[in-house]
């Protein structure tokens, strides 16, 4: 199970960090990640780490020095930290765990968490 939080309304230029709460399966062994989906759209992969040996993260072109994916192991959270909104930023947000096609998190996920950002 995965449950989101930390979304929100902010201005342009603020900043919003999405938190996700795992259990039921051991962290470490699947990759996670971030997507989202704006109104009339579809799906987008934000992040996604695959949580290999090597550590590859995979981000979105336009979230690159913007987002950044995090993790508490111990305590099966992981987070993304949102800096320098843009209202092309508002959408649900989503947190997934499973296994990355490039910055897109295949698996299962939570139920989503809105972001929205004013002009």
């Known amino acids: 199970q995965l449950v989101e939080s930390g979304g929100g309304l902010v201005q342009a230029g603020g900043s919003l960090r999405l938190s996700c709460a795992t259990s039921?399966?051991?962290?470490?062994?699947?990759?996670i990640g971030w997507f989202r989906q704006a109104p009339g759209k579809e799906e987008e992969g934000v992040v996604c780490n695959s949580n290999s040996t090597d550590g590859a993260t995979f981000y979105e072109d336009s979230v690159k020095g913007r987002f950044t994916i995090s993790s508490d192991n111990a305590n099966n959270i992981f987070y993304l930290q949102m800096n320098s909104l843009k209202p092309e930023d508002t959408a649900v947000y989503y947190c997934?765990?499973?296994?990355?096609?490039?910055?897109?998190?295949?698996?299962?996920r939570g139920q989503g968490t809105q972001v929205t950002v004013s002009s």
């Open positions: 039921g399966f051991t962290f470490d062994d699947y990759a």
């Open positions: 997934a765990a499973g296994y990355c096609s490039l910055s897109y998190p295949n698996g299962v």
